[in-house]
Protein backbone atom coordinates (compact mmCIF):
# COMPACT_ATOMS: atom_id res chain seq x y z
CA UNK A 1 0.00 0.00 0.00
CA UNK A 2 1.35 3.11 -1.49
CA UNK A 3 0.71 6.10 0.71
CA UNK A 4 2.79 8.74 -1.47
CA UNK A 5 3.08 8.16 -4.96
CA UNK A 6 4.82 9.89 -7.79
CA UNK A 7 2.97 8.35 -10.67
CA UNK A 8 5.66 10.12 -13.06
CA UNK A 9 9.01 7.93 -13.02
CA UNK A 10 10.66 10.52 -15.52
CA UNK A 11 10.18 14.00 -16.56
CA UNK A 12 12.39 16.35 -19.02
CA UNK A 13 12.80 20.28 -19.27
CA UNK A 14 14.35 22.27 -21.50
CA UNK A 15 16.82 24.37 -19.52
CA UNK A 16 14.95 27.98 -18.50
CA UNK A 17 11.61 26.20 -18.73
CA UNK A 18 9.11 25.28 -15.56
CA UNK A 19 9.56 21.78 -14.16
CA UNK A 20 6.58 20.61 -12.26
CA UNK A 21 7.06 17.58 -10.17
CA UNK A 22 3.64 15.91 -8.51
CA UNK A 23 2.90 13.72 -5.70
CA UNK A 24 -0.18 11.90 -4.17
CA UNK A 25 -0.83 11.16 -0.65
CA UNK A 26 -3.80 8.62 0.73
CA UNK A 27 -3.09 9.13 4.66
CA UNK A 28 -5.31 11.63 6.33
CA UNK A 29 -2.90 11.81 9.12
CA UNK A 30 0.17 13.44 6.52
CA UNK A 31 0.40 16.71 8.08
CA UNK A 32 3.91 17.89 6.77
CA UNK A 33 5.63 17.27 3.08
CA UNK A 34 8.97 17.33 2.38
CA UNK A 35 11.12 16.67 -0.69
CA UNK A 36 14.52 15.44 -1.31
CA UNK A 37 16.85 15.75 -4.34
CA UNK A 38 19.22 13.03 -5.22
CA UNK A 39 22.45 13.14 -6.90
CA UNK A 40 23.84 9.34 -8.23
CA UNK A 41 25.86 7.97 -5.87
CA UNK A 42 25.05 10.23 -3.07
CA UNK A 43 22.40 10.18 -0.01
CA UNK A 44 19.05 12.05 -0.63
CA UNK A 45 19.30 16.33 0.36
CA UNK A 46 16.55 18.35 1.63
CA UNK A 47 14.93 21.17 -0.60
CA UNK A 48 12.08 22.11 0.32
CA UNK A 49 9.19 21.19 2.60
CA UNK A 50 5.50 22.98 3.58
CA UNK A 51 3.24 22.15 6.83
CA UNK A 52 -0.51 21.57 6.01
CA UNK A 53 -1.86 24.42 7.21
CA UNK A 54 0.19 26.88 4.31
CA UNK A 55 -0.58 26.35 0.95
CA UNK A 56 2.34 27.48 -0.61
CA UNK A 57 6.14 27.52 0.20
CA UNK A 58 8.84 29.45 -2.02
CA UNK A 59 12.49 29.30 -1.34
CA UNK A 60 14.37 30.79 -4.25
CA UNK A 61 13.71 28.69 -7.74
CA UNK A 62 11.87 26.00 -5.66
CA UNK A 63 8.05 26.29 -4.39
CA UNK A 64 5.84 23.55 -3.19
CA UNK A 65 2.39 24.07 -3.49
CA UNK A 66 0.03 22.05 -1.09
CA UNK A 67 -3.76 21.30 -2.15
CA UNK A 68 -5.01 19.31 1.04
CA UNK A 69 -8.77 18.59 -0.25
CA UNK A 70 -7.49 16.75 -3.31
CA UNK A 71 -4.26 15.23 -1.15
CA UNK A 72 -1.81 16.76 -3.69
CA UNK A 73 1.32 18.85 -3.48
CA UNK A 74 3.94 19.99 -6.41
CA UNK A 75 7.13 21.23 -6.82
CA UNK A 76 7.74 23.91 -8.87
CA UNK A 77 11.22 24.69 -10.31
CA UNK A 78 11.44 28.03 -12.60
CA UNK A 79 14.03 28.35 -14.14
CA UNK A 80 15.00 24.83 -14.76
CA UNK A 81 18.84 24.50 -14.52
CA UNK A 82 21.17 21.52 -15.80
CA UNK A 83 22.38 21.05 -12.49
CA UNK A 84 18.83 20.55 -11.15
CA UNK A 85 18.93 16.93 -12.79
CA UNK A 86 18.38 14.55 -10.45
CA UNK A 87 16.10 12.52 -8.30
CA UNK A 88 13.39 14.25 -6.75
CA UNK A 89 11.26 12.54 -3.80
CA UNK A 90 8.05 13.12 -2.26
CA UNK A 91 8.08 12.11 1.65
CA UNK A 92 5.14 12.87 4.19
CA UNK A 93 4.98 12.73 8.30
CA UNK A 94 2.78 13.04 10.51
CA UNK A 95 3.07 15.48 13.79
CA UNK A 96 1.35 13.49 15.94
CA UNK A 97 0.32 9.69 15.95
CA UNK A 98 2.22 6.17 14.35
CA UNK A 99 3.69 8.76 11.59
CA UNK A 100 5.58 11.21 13.95
CA UNK A 101 8.44 11.72 12.99
CA UNK A 102 8.81 9.28 10.56
CA UNK A 103 9.52 9.64 6.30
CA UNK A 104 7.12 8.06 4.35
CA UNK A 105 8.80 8.15 0.85
CA UNK A 106 7.32 8.67 -2.92
CA UNK A 107 8.92 6.56 -5.28
CA UNK A 108 10.84 8.94 -6.94
CA UNK A 109 11.02 11.36 -10.03
CA UNK A 110 14.06 11.26 -12.62
CA UNK A 111 14.19 15.21 -13.66
CA UNK A 112 17.00 15.70 -16.52
CA UNK A 113 17.06 19.18 -17.70
CA UNK A 114 18.54 19.49 -21.09
CA UNK A 115 20.86 22.38 -22.26
CA UNK B 1 32.00 17.69 10.99
CA UNK B 2 32.03 15.12 8.82
CA UNK B 3 27.99 14.70 8.75
CA UNK B 4 26.71 11.22 8.32
CA UNK B 5 29.20 8.21 7.39
CA UNK B 6 28.67 5.26 6.62
CA UNK B 7 30.99 1.80 5.80
CA UNK B 8 31.21 -0.03 3.36
CA UNK B 9 30.07 1.64 0.13
CA UNK B 10 29.92 -1.84 -1.38
CA UNK B 11 29.28 -4.79 -0.40
CA UNK B 12 28.50 -8.45 -1.87
CA UNK B 13 27.59 -11.06 0.20
CA UNK B 14 26.21 -14.83 -0.14
CA UNK B 15 23.21 -15.95 0.97
CA UNK B 16 22.77 -17.17 4.32
CA UNK B 17 26.01 -14.70 5.73
CA UNK B 18 25.91 -12.55 8.22
CA UNK B 19 27.54 -8.70 8.30
CA UNK B 20 26.87 -5.24 9.54
CA UNK B 21 26.59 -2.01 7.86
CA UNK B 22 27.98 0.94 9.70
CA UNK B 23 26.38 4.38 10.53
CA UNK B 24 28.21 7.43 12.75
CA UNK B 25 27.46 10.82 12.66
CA UNK B 26 29.20 13.68 14.38
CA UNK B 27 26.33 15.94 14.69
CA UNK B 28 25.07 15.04 18.35
CA UNK B 29 21.92 14.15 16.87
CA UNK B 30 19.80 12.04 18.88
CA UNK B 31 17.56 10.17 16.43
CA UNK B 32 19.40 8.14 13.38
CA UNK B 33 17.11 5.69 11.07
CA UNK B 34 18.10 3.19 8.28
CA UNK B 35 16.03 3.52 4.98
CA UNK B 36 16.56 0.88 2.08
CA UNK B 37 16.08 2.21 -1.15
CA UNK B 38 14.52 -0.30 -4.14
CA UNK B 39 13.83 0.51 -7.70
CA UNK B 40 10.12 1.47 -8.12
CA UNK B 41 9.58 1.67 -4.16
CA UNK B 42 11.47 5.06 -3.35
CA UNK B 43 12.91 4.74 0.44
CA UNK B 44 11.34 2.80 3.41
CA UNK B 45 12.36 2.72 6.28
CA UNK B 46 13.67 -0.46 8.37
CA UNK B 47 14.56 0.56 11.82
CA UNK B 48 15.12 3.95 14.18
CA UNK B 49 16.43 5.12 17.22
CA UNK B 50 14.78 8.33 19.02
CA UNK B 51 18.52 7.99 21.38
CA UNK B 52 20.86 5.86 22.79
CA UNK B 53 19.19 2.49 24.42
CA UNK B 54 15.87 3.38 22.29
CA UNK B 55 15.08 1.26 19.40
CA UNK B 56 11.96 0.54 17.09
CA UNK B 57 10.86 -0.87 13.83
CA UNK B 58 9.60 0.91 10.75
CA UNK B 59 7.99 -0.52 7.54
CA UNK B 60 10.22 -3.09 7.07
CA UNK B 61 12.13 -4.51 10.06
CA UNK B 62 12.43 -8.19 8.84
CA UNK B 63 15.81 -10.04 8.72
CA UNK B 64 17.21 -6.73 10.09
CA UNK B 65 18.70 -5.87 13.97
CA UNK B 66 19.64 -2.37 15.14
CA UNK B 67 21.34 -1.55 18.39
CA UNK B 68 22.34 2.17 19.34
CA UNK B 69 24.52 1.98 22.66
CA UNK B 70 25.73 5.33 21.70
CA UNK B 71 24.39 8.65 20.53
CA UNK B 72 27.30 8.28 17.29
CA UNK B 73 26.71 5.34 16.09
CA UNK B 74 23.77 2.94 14.56
CA UNK B 75 24.87 0.09 13.18
CA UNK B 76 22.40 -2.26 10.96
CA UNK B 77 22.55 -6.02 11.11
CA UNK B 78 21.76 -8.59 8.82
CA UNK B 79 21.40 -12.18 10.41
CA UNK B 80 21.06 -14.05 7.65
CA UNK B 81 21.37 -12.23 4.18
CA UNK B 82 18.46 -12.96 1.76
CA UNK B 83 18.50 -12.23 -2.18
CA UNK B 84 15.71 -9.68 -1.53
CA UNK B 85 18.19 -8.00 0.76
CA UNK B 86 19.77 -6.59 -2.22
CA UNK B 87 19.46 -3.28 -2.07
CA UNK B 88 20.98 0.22 -1.31
CA UNK B 89 20.57 1.36 1.95
CA UNK B 90 20.81 4.72 3.54
CA UNK B 91 20.99 6.00 7.48
CA UNK B 92 19.94 8.91 8.42
CA UNK B 93 19.92 11.56 11.40
CA UNK B 94 18.47 14.51 13.00
CA UNK B 95 18.82 16.94 16.03
CA UNK B 96 15.30 15.26 17.22
CA UNK B 97 12.66 13.43 17.11
CA UNK B 98 10.67 15.74 15.18
CA UNK B 99 8.55 15.60 12.54
CA UNK B 100 9.70 19.13 11.08
CA UNK B 101 13.69 18.56 12.21
CA UNK B 102 15.24 18.20 8.81
CA UNK B 103 16.96 14.66 8.63
CA UNK B 104 20.47 14.31 6.79
CA UNK B 105 21.27 11.18 5.07
CA UNK B 106 24.59 9.50 4.86
CA UNK B 107 26.42 8.52 0.98
CA UNK B 108 24.44 4.76 1.01
CA UNK B 109 25.42 1.37 1.01
CA UNK B 110 25.15 -1.05 -2.13
CA UNK B 111 24.07 -4.38 -0.97
CA UNK B 112 24.42 -7.37 -3.04
CA UNK B 113 23.73 -10.73 -1.92
CA UNK B 114 24.15 -13.53 -4.39
Known amino acids: DQQVKQNSPSLSVQEGRISILNCDYTNSMFDYFLWYKKYPAEGPTFLISISSIKDKNEDGRFTVFLNKSAKHLSLHIVPSQPGDSAVYFC??????????????FGQGTILTVHP | NAGVTQTPKFQVLKTGQSMTLQCAQDMNHEYMSWYRQDPGMGLRLIHY???????DQGEVPNGYNVSRSTTEDFPLRLLSAAPSQTSVYFC?????????????FGPGTRLTVL
Open chain 1, 91 to 104: AASGTSGTSYGKLT
Open chain 2, 49 to 55: SVGAGIT
Open chain 2, 92 to 104: ASSYMVSTTDTQY
